[in-house]
């Protein structure tokens, strides 16, 4: 029976119980979460900030608004940086009450974008052979230089998505053997997660991370059946295929026999250390799960509990380091990879101002909301200008294509590492 309302003119709306999420409940209004949200540190406005969105969930699980554009407008703000998590003495779990929530909503934007999201994230994303022919052909737009051509005769959205893609590398990532074995004494045998992106843009990092772990002690594993980590879709309203790819993810990594899955993307190692949560209620898989995100470590993660048994040469460079949001809110990893770079001789790392605040990246962010976006890289790219560092370390892709396109439009011109570019370039080994 519904409730009475005295007001006449009140419009009473359907309730959505999968909504009303233990999570939902946690919140006590304290906003301390306000001023480190970056949505609310620009609007200034309360349904931008993670207080006022866990109330508008509230009130959408009880039926006192509906789903409809202006809710999900308030829902697809949020970069879902998890800032406000590491803020909120409850403890409260907000990056499950926005991801439950979208998930209802379904991906953002227009129909047609909705639709061309719905293609990437079931068609694209789970088959890496069918986006590494995407990326080629985005290759060959570039180097035919029909992107020269074509751009100017964009509309301004797609103008700026344009300039923002980057140079696509003449060579993927590609690694025939399933197993290599450490270099010198075998101290741990681990997989590593290949990834949809990483392979394609930044396959220099994933061999740097081979080279680092091997050096290392690390029998490196890489299961030929792996896939995308799902973290995009989890993100953006899709379920079904993101808990497809985990399963698989889960099913080829066990049967590996690893003390460690070793991933080099913070926002990939976030995801997959909730698979547990996102296959919950799945009893076919959900103790599998818990195993599973039991073992997956970050990169720096991994070696700086493991230890840095390779020597270390000098780096002569001042750098300083963007602590990822993924890595340092949704993994609470701040410490390791510092600990990493200051153990390389000649490399002098000075601290950024706001180091853990989103640089706007953000998965698609940057394309979906590029005016806040953009907002939030100028705003970044300033703070760098102020170290005085030749260099940023952002151990995330996605940090780190964002960061690259912000030297380029905003400067200052400094280059961009992941961690294990430098620690490779500090272990290289004369004779391997």
Do not use: W
């Not at 719905?118 to 985005?138: D, E, G, I, K």
């Amino acid at each position: 029976m519904e409730p009475h309302h005295n007001n006449p003119q009140e419009t009473v709306h359907a309730k959505v119980p999968s909504l009303d999420i233990p999570e939902l409940h946690q919140c006590v209004h304290c906003g301390l979460c306000l001023n480190q949200c970056p949505t609310y540190r620009v609007l200034r406005l309360e349904p931008a900030s993670p207080r006022g969105r866990i109330h508008l969930v509230n009130a959408a699980a009880e039926g006192r608004i509906e789903l409809g554009d202006r809710f999900k407008e308030h829902i697809y703000l949020c970069l879902l940086c998890r800032a406000c998590e590491t803020a909120c003495p409850s403890g409260v779990s907000y990056g499950r009450i926005a991801e439950t929530a979208r998930e209802q909503l379904g991906p953002p934007g227009s129909p047609f974008a909705r639709a061309l999201l719905n293609l990437v994230f079931t068609r694209l994303l789970p088959y890496p052979r069918r986006l590494r022919s995407v990326f080629a052909l985005l290759r060959l737009y570039q180097r035919t230089g029909m992107q020269r051509l074509v751009q100017p005769l964009l509309p301004g959205k797609l103008r700026d998505m344009d300039t923002m893609l980057p140079s696509i590398p003449a060579k993927f990532f590609r690694q025939k053997a399933m197993v290599l074995p450490a270099i010198g004494e075998r101290r741990a045998r681990v997989g590593l997660l290949n990834g949809c992106v990483m392979p394609l843009l930044f396959g220099d990092v994933n061999e740097a991370t081979i080279r680092v772990l091997r050096r290392n002690g690390c029998e490196i594993v890489l299961p030929k059946n792996q896939t995308c980590c799902g973290a995009l879709n989890i993100h953006n309203g899709e379920g079904v295929a993101a808990k497809k790819m985990a399963r698989r993810n889960i099913d080829v990594f066990l049967e590996s026999k690893l003390d460690a899955i070793v991933v080099n993307a913070a926002g990939c190692g976030a995801a997959m250390k909730e698979y547990g949560y996102l296959l919950r209620d799945d009893p076919a898989y959900r103790e599998k799960a818990e195993s599973f995100s039991a073992r997956v470590k970050d990169a720096g993660e991994f070696l700086a509990a493991l230890g840095v048994s390779a020597g270390l040469r000098p780096v002569e460079m001042t750098v300083t380091y963007q602590d990822p949001c993924h890595l340092a809110h949704g993994q609470r990893i701040r410490a390791q990879p510092r600990q990493l770079l200051r153990m390389i001789p000649g490399l002098k790392l000075t601290e950024l101002e706001g180091a853990d605040r989103c640089c706007g990246s953000a998965g698609i962010y940057n394309l979906t909301h590029s005016e806040m976006s953009q907002h939030l890289l100028k705003e970044k790219m300033q703070s760098v200008a102020a170290t005085g560092a030749e260099a940023i370390v952002a151990p995330n892709p996605g940090c780190m294509l964002q960061l690259a396109y912000g030297a380029r439009r905003y400067g200052p011109p400094v280059k961009i590492y992941h961690l294990m570019d430098l620690l490779d370039r500090a272990s290289d080994a004369a004779g391997e």
